[in-house]
């Protein structure tokens, strides 16, 4: 059912989430580059390793609450309306967008898991998922690794379309999720 008067914005809750979402991404990429900074085995690259997984995890436990957010809450609609192919187009991308938020933080602890490595999650120690397997943790660390650098695109792409739908296209689809009015 449709409402009669829909939304002309998204729930506080999922701006607040998307927001925070995109720095702990943004966090999370920039701990695992600024890393190779600093000797291997140091405090401050383990340090940076550290923090990339627990802002991983953390993305990993805000997704599902994202995800019950949208299934809870309408989605406004975007005025006026896009093309059925960038519809479609954009329903890809979140998919692929939340895909990446819980497979990547899965493939993080996997990794740890298999290499036998302590699961660090703000002060807690996480459960392995999997016994240690050297061979294992070296191919799920490749396909994080692959899957990373797609996510650079996958986010720029996502950035680029909400910029152009709203300087270029000059509709709400930007404006529905700022924090704003």
């Known amino acids: 059912m449709v409402p009669t008067n829909p939304p002309a914005h998204y729930a506080r809750i999922s701006i607040a989430l998307h927001w925070l979402m995109l720095v702990l991404l943004a966090s999370v990429y920039a701990l695992i580059e600024l890393r190779g900074l600093f000797p291997k085995d140091s405090a401050e690259r383990n340090l940076m ?51 990446l938020m819980i497979g990547m933080p899965l493939a993080g602890w996997l990794i740890l898991s298999a290499a036998d490595k302590p699961i660090p999650f703000y002060g807690l120690e996480l459960p392995a998922l999997v016994g240690p397997d050297s061979d294992f943790a070296k191919f799920i660390k490749g396909w994080h690794e692959r899957v990373g650098g797609w996510g650079y695109w996958l986010i720029g792409l996502h950035a680029l379309a909400g910029l152009y739908h709203h300087y270029i296209k000059r509709d709400n689809t930007l404006v529905r999720m700022l924090p704003y009015k």
């Open 49 to 99: 390793k550290d923090l990339h997984f627990m802002f991983g995890l953390t993305v990993f436990v805000l997704v599902w609450l994202r995800l019950a957010m949208r299934l809870i809450n309408p989605t406004p609609p975007i005025t006026p309306k896009p093309p059925a192919w960038q519809t479609g187009l954009a329903h890809l991308v979140h998919l692929l967008l939340y895909l």
